[in-house]
């Protein structure tokens, strides 16, 4: 289930597996929920201290009614760095919603932020493909009678994910209402303010990155272009890009064997020796 | 439930609907039926002899073993034209699957195509994007045991399509199987065969066009990325383009308003007079 860890303005459901140092924070993308990581942190939590987090509006942390832009993201990343590896800091893997916080967060605060592996979301993602996302993210708001109708639903909806990620997505990302009903846990309105965050101008962020970073994209993703890629790459050299075979948006849940190696081997090189930049192509 | 036409070769399951000539085709995109032209054709069936064709391999149509290259798919749409219309021709309107058809039959036998329509399918699609569309087509290949299973997982797969589009894929493309499931009537290996002919070259019949013809493009499609549609504008400058805003690959079940009035001018502009390229920008 998780603890509920009071950061004094937000409340967050959180799970650590693992003792070592250094401490590594997973961020889900919109609509999701912790879970999602599993299978990438049971690979991880014998090296790292692996902690999942359900940020804002999701899961089983707070929803406030407002407040989920960018920069309220990335404050609660902030508190999370203050109150799990004050003097250190964290590392942080977010998929999309979670690697553009991850992003902001790098950005803002690199005293806090060690690091980052952001999966499958840059700057220069094209008003089009907002548009899509958002009648997507939307379209989600959907409660289902019983537990069959949801898991069909899940494989709909996400046609590439293996069966143990749709159940995953089912178990946790839905909670029975008073009718009896597997409604979201994702807050409606939350996710219609987040979506909408989503559209906010990343590049300045992404182009003053002083930490280790490495940006990750689904080579079928029809999130992130190879154009919005390729231009991410471009306006900061000493962040590192890796595209995963295969895998679509969902890359965290499609390939979780390659994204533990990949994050293993970042975090591993970046730590516990003083920070460097990857060398990697 | 249509009517089944014995073209010698194959016999496919077809619909009428209006008396007056000319005489359009409609046909659908890869693992569909001829049913997802029902709300254009209940605008059209006043003004022309409308036709929805369920393809070979789909709906109720014969599904032979093998042969679902365009080849095989655009010889079935001269044969419809000798028997619907042998002295003037039919027009042909697909999506998808039955774009790549029209296209190619129209090149192939410009006189027994008049002009076409061609929804959301050009050449220059990238093999990143038929990657995708592969596992997509291939993970359809599912069974239900029950109809509300079955919905949800199409509201999950086609997160933007009405509801009445949902009820009707649910409806015309599953039979009861003998296990009492829920079944795709689309045959699977038929399946797998046409969505790996669908990356043959599709420029040369694209450029040697020379009947009339429309290309559409929904704004939001991630099939037809705007690159892929900008580079099919340039090989044939007699071609006409179109962009239907908000629609994504779906375009005649989620924009079937504007589908119809599209088909409608442009039928309307090349007959009855005689064959002249309809003037539209």
Redesign the interface.
Known sequence: MGTRLNLGSITLNVEQKGTDQPVVVFLHGITANRRVWDPVIERLATRFTCVSVDQRGHGLSDKPDGGYSDLDYSNDIRLLSERLSPSEGIFVVGHSLGARNAIVAASRFPLSVRGIVAIDFVPFIED?VF??LE??VL??N?S???L?????????????LPEDAIERRAEFGYERNEAGEYAPLASASAMAETVLGLREDLEPYLSGLEVPAVIVRG??S?LV??EAFSRARSVNSRVVSVVIP?A?HYVPEEAPKEISELVGNFVGNCAPETDRILERN
Request: glycine share 10%; net charge positive.
């Open positions: 089009s548009d899509l009648k997507r379209a989600g959907r289902f009678s019983g069959e109708q949801l898991t069909s639903y899940l494989r709909g909806r996400y046609v590439n080579e079928l029809t272009s190879p295969s679509d």
